[in-house]
Each structure stands twice: as structure tokens, then as C-alpha cells.
């Protein structure tokens, strides 16, 4: 047996673990509290967006509209007077703005002032700022860039928020003569502009306190489930296994519900399982060791006297300890099997010869319990690559569940056969069947179901492993009444070259 090299296993630099803190982000308020952060977070930033939004818009749409209204007014006067006081002389261009100004019907609504060409106030509709220098930016522009020019702020004279508009006037040969300046006062636009924005912010306070308390209520119908969930785990993993949680929404909640009543229900099977499994296997256990114990004793005590039962007792007692061994053997392949450590010494044979060897060794065990075994092989070689001891463990366990379970119908049939790449081996017996609520679980570990036969119970479950390990399947069908069929299914190897491989090297 060629064995391969293992190879040099690198070393591991050992680094420190890390802590709980490090490994575990903190989360105050739980699942409620970061789902309120993360999504209120974001409603935060969109509702202030959407307030700076709402403000500046409503400031420009108000400020450009008396903007606008006051460049027309200005433009008007400016015309209006132009055409009609500035063709003669300088007198009749002051006459002719007073009468303007007083015939001017918005001086409830604006102040109209005309400003000369050095920047003073020659008339205007508020008799408080006659004669007095405006000092604002938009004058002096509009008299020296000769363009219209706006300005809003806190009027120098009159400490009141304004906004003003000043467009260069002309006499009637295009000469500045001065400038026509139109003040509103922006109180009363404030007022509303500071009303819809406050507006704003009580609809999106409004909003917000929706959106928390839509969330509280969305929060709330996960978390109770999700701690009701909690607590079942919690009583599952302190052993009350088979608890089951209410199904109330056919949503991802409730797919998690099913999961865990599937797991619970699974655990509370596996948990009788292995309960039945401790029982059965001490009563198994106990059987075979009274039977040695009583016989020894009793050959003791006898001493040679009896020769025939002298012989009667070793028989028994080797028979028990073939049987002890057997169960022994199992729970070990078993032990191996759950750890990972089954290991097959793999090579190229012939499992026909394996096979007739197991059906040779029952031949006679069950003619004795007046039973036949019938053994029927197609002709040729079937050669696998695999454990030929595993596998001839493999039809001992079929032969012997067989044997136990299909003692009713008095005979036993073992075949042999190949289907393109698959070598068949077929062992059915005329018992009572498996009932076909168990028949899914046979192969599963612990499970005996409705029988009350000997044995362990992972009997089958070690032959489903090995099978498995060298590439096959177990596949069995029953009916009650009928009996039951367990077929084996092995890859066969490839000996197309002509020649049968060397050994190969030992693997798990």
C-alpha cells in the first residue's frame, strides 16, 4: 500500500484575537434605534434640502417680482417725464416733476424721487426725504454707469429694510439730467416670505413626525416577531426542544418562522432519535453481556462435567461476542464517520468476489432459520476502485438488515448487474416492508421508525456513508406487505487500458 507524502504544513504566526469590542459594533437603542438613526438621517437631509430649497426660491421669486415692478415703474416716470417737461427750460423741468410727483397715484404703494445730476433729491412723493442725499449704491451707479441699477438693504435715512431702483433720466437733446429712483419697502414681502418658509418647516415638521411614527409602527411589527423568535431560540437552546412560533404574515418573517419550527421540530426528532438510540444500543449492549456473564458462570460452576454443555456455552458465548463486536465495530465507523475520519484503503478489485463472499457467509446462518438466499450474477468482471473490506462490510449490513427485517417472507435474493458505467448490487427481501411515512428517514442516524428488531440504528447510516465516499448511491424501495429492495449503485472503474492499476494511495 503506497502512502502519499504529506506536505510540510506552513507555520502560523500566532496573532492576537480580537476583543469583543473590536469584533462587535455597539448599537445603542438596539434594532429600533439604528433603524430610526439610518432612516431618519436621510429623511433629515432631504426635509432640509427641500426647506433651503423652498426659502431661497421664495426669496428670489419675491425679490426679482418688486425687482421688476419697480424698474417698471421707474421707466414709466422716467418717459413720462422726459416726453413732457425737458424740451425748454430747467424751471419748467422742476415745475413739471413736482406736478408729477404730486399726481402720482402709488405713493401709498412706493416713494418716487428724482434725483439731480449730482445725487440730490430734487423732488420726491415723501416730503421727509426732499433735499436730502439717498447715499445708496444704486444712484451713483445709474449716474455713472448711465444703466439701471437696483439695491436692497437698510435705508440710511429711514432704518427700514427697502428696495430701490434708479434709471438715468434725459432731457429731450440726450443730456443726464439726473436719475428717477422708485423705493418699496420689503416689510410686508419679508412678513410672507418668512410665513412660507415658516409654512415649509412645519410641513416638513409634520412630515417628520409621520415618517417616525410610520417607522415606529413598520419597527414594531418586526421587532415583536423577531423577539418572540428570540425567546423560542432561547428555549430551544435550553434544551425544550420541539417549541413552535405563530406564522402571522407569509413574508420573510414568516419564512424564518417555518425555519425555525423546521429546526425545531428536527431537533426534537434528532433529540427522541438519539434518546431511542442510548436505549436501544444499552439494551443491545446489555443482552450480549448477561448471555457471556450467565454462560461464564455457569461453565464455572459446571466445570467439564457436561462436555455437550460445555460446548453449548463457549458457542453462546462466542456468538454474543461476534455480536458485541459487531456493535462495537459500528459504533466505531460511526464515531469515525462523525469526525471526519473514515479512511478507505482504495485499490482496484473485483466487487463480485466480495460480495459472494458475504452471500456465503449468510448462506448457511439462514438456511438454520429456514430461510433461502438466492444469488444471481450477470456474467463478466465488475471491478470498482475502492475499500474492498468497507464494501464487503457494506453487503454484510444490507444482507443482515434483510435477514432481520424480511424474516417473514422466507427468502432472499442478491443480484449483481452493470448499467453503462454503474455496477448494480440488488438485495431484496419478502418481509413486512417499511411504511412509507419512515421510508425517507431509514438512512438517517439513530432511526429504528415503527421496528422493534435489534440493532443500533446506524447500521444503514454507516453503509449510506461508505457507499457515498466511494462515489455511489443507496436508493430503497418498500411497500408493506411486499418487502423491501435496497439497490447499491457503484461507479465501475476504468480498465479500458487492459491492464488492472497498482494499489492506489490511501485517502480519506
Not at 421727509?128 to 448711465?146: C, G, I, K, Q
Not at 429546526?263 to 433529540?271: G, L, P, Q
Not at 424501495?477 to 494511495?505: F, M, W
Amino acid at each position: 500500500m503506497k502512502y502519499r507524502k504529506k506536505p510540510a504544513k506552513p507555520r502560523v504566526t500566532a496573532t492576537a484575537a480580537p476583543s469583543a469590542e473590536e469584533r462587535v459594533q455597539h448599537a445603542p437603542g438596539g434594532l429600533k434605534g439604528r433603524w430610526l438613526v439610518n432612516s431618519l438621517s436621510f429623511v433629515l437631509v432631504i426635509l432640509a434640502l427641500i426647506i433651503i430649497f423652498v426659502s431661497v426660491g421664495i426669496s428670489n421669486y419675491y425679490y426679482s417680482t418688486i425687482r421688476e415692478n419697480l424698474k417698471s415703474r421707474a421707466h414709466n416716470a422716467a418717459i413720462s417725464v422726459r416726453d413732457n417737461y425737458t424740451e425748454t427750460s430747467y424751471d419748467q423741468y422742476y415745475n413739471g416733476i413736482g406736478q408729477y410727483v404730486l399726481g402720482y397715484e402709488d405713493k401709498d404703494k412706493v416713494e418716487l424721487q428724482f434725483i439731480d445730476s449730482n445725487g440730490r433729491i430734487l423732488r420726491s412723493t415723501s416730503a421727509l426725504t426732499a433735499d436730502s442725499n439717498p447715499s445708496t449704491e444704486d444712484v451713483f451707479r445709474a449716474l455713472t454707469e448711465e444703466a439701471v441699477c437696483s439695491w436692497s438693504g437698510e435705508d440710511p435715512m429711514t432704518r427700514e429694510r427697502v428696495m430701490s431702483v434708479s434709471e438715468p433720466m434725459y432731457s429731450s437733446r440726450d443730456d443726464l439730467i439726473g436719475a428717477v429712483r422708485v423705493v418699496s419697502s420689503l416689510k410686508i414681502a419679508e412678513s410672507q416670505i418668512t410665513i412660507v418658509i415658516m409654512s415649509a418647516i412645519a410641513a416638513c415638521l409634520l412630515f417628520l413626525v409621520l415618517v417616525i411614527a410610520s417607522n415606529s409602527y413598520f419597527i414594531r411589527s418586526i421587532l415583536l416577531p423577531v423577539t418572540r423568535i428570540n425567546e423560542i431560540a432561547r428555549q430551544i437552546a435550553a434544551g425544550q426542544y420541539g417549541m413552535r412560533l405563530h406564522k402571522a404574515y407569509d413574508d420573510e418573517i414568516g419564512e424564518l418562522c417555518d425555519t425555525i419550527n423546521h429546526m425545531s421540530d428536527e431537533i426534537a426528532r434528532a433529540e427522541r432519535m438519539k434518546n431511542d438510540f442510548i436505549s436501544s444500543v444499552s439494551h443491545e449492549l446489555r443482552t450480549p453481556l448477561t448471555a457471556i456473564a450467565g454462560w461464564s458462570e455457569t461453565l464455572a460452576a459446571v466445570g467439564a462435567q457436561d462436555p455437550e454443555e460445555v460446548m453449548q456455552g463457549l458457542d453462546i458465548i462466542q456468538k454474543e461476542s461476534c455480536r458485541l463486536t459487531q456493535m462495537v465495530e459500528e459504533l466505531l465507523d460511526f464515531a469515525r464517520i462523525e469526525s471526519g475520519r473514515m479512511k478507505l484503503e482504495m485499490e482496484v478489485f473485483d466487487v463480485s468476489l466480495e460480495l459472494y463472499e458475504a452471500v456465503y457467509m449468510y448462506e448457511n446462518l439462514l438456511r438454520s432459520a429456514d430461510m433461502t438466499l438466492h444469488y444471481s450474477k450477470e456474467p463478466g468482471h465488475y471491478f470498482i476502485s475502492g475499500d474492498r473490506h468497507r464494501m464487503k462490510q457494506v453487503f454484510l449490513n444490507i444482507i443482515d438488515n434483510a435477514a432481520k427485517y424480511g424474516k417473514q417472507g422466507g427468502k432472499i435474493e442478491v443480484s449483481l448487474s452493470r448499467e453503462e458505467n454503474m455496477i448494480i448490487v440488488c438485495v431484496r427481501d419478502w418481509g413486512s416492508g417499511i411504511p412509507e411515512a419512515e421510508l425517507p428517514f431509514v438512512k438517517e442516524k439513530f432511526y429504528k421508525g415503527s421496528s422493534k428488531q435489534r440493532g443500533s440504528g446506524i447500521g444503514l447510516a454507516v453503509t449510506d456513508e461508505i457507499v457515498t465516499m466511494h462515489g455511489g448511491t443507496v436508493d430503497i424501495t418498500s411497500k408493506q406487505g411486499t418487502g423491501t429492495a435496497v439497490y447499491v449503485r457503484i461507479p465501475a472503474a476504468d480498465t479500458s487500458a487492459g491492464t488492472i492499476p497498482e494499489p492506489l494511495e490511501e485517502i480519506e
